[in-house]
């Protein structure tokens, strides 16, 4: 089974990045779909961007498309999401989830991922 553990969130002004960080163990990053989704307080689950580790393709969520990059390093068996130009809107937890049949393209859900991390809280405010 799949263990999923995010890291990088923190507090940060609007206008400031970070990085998050989902490590994987339990099975081969190459052979899964990894997802970020956020969470805020009294809203649904959003998808933010995915990216399909067998060939690396990547694919965005209209609203964090120029602002959020999404990136795999396997031989550390994990997936980055760097953030940039942060606004308070994007305070929220944010989590990484994992797929091994999955290929993300065009419309992908929470309910497609498998496995789940349990999040890392990303607040942004002055």
């Known amino acids: 089974q799949v263990q999923l553990v995010e890291s990088g969130g923190g507090f940060v002004q609007p206008g400031g990045s970070l990085r998050l960080s989902c490590t994987i163990s339990?099975?081969?990053?190459?052979?899964?779909?990894i997802g970020w989704f956020r969470q805020a307080p009294g809203k649904e689950r959003e998808g933010l961007s995915c990216?399909?580790?067998?060939?690396?393709?990547?694919d965005y969520a209209d609203s964090v498309k120029s602002r959020f990059t999404i990136s795999r390093d396997t031989a550390n068996a994990s997936v980055y999401l760097q953030m940039n130009s942060l606004k308070p809107e994007d305070t929220a937890k944010y989590y990484c989830?994992?797929?091994?049949?999955?290929?993300?393209?065009?419309?992908?859900?929470?309910?497609?991922?498998?496995?789940w991390g349990q999040g890392t809280q990303v607040t942004v405010s002055s």
């Open positions: 989830a994992a797929d091994p049949d999955l290929y993300c393209s065009g419309t992908w859900r929470a309910t497609d991922f498998r496995s």
């Open positions: 339990g099975s081969t990053l190459e052979y899964h779909a």
């Open positions: 990216i399909n580790s067998s060939d690396g393709s990547t």
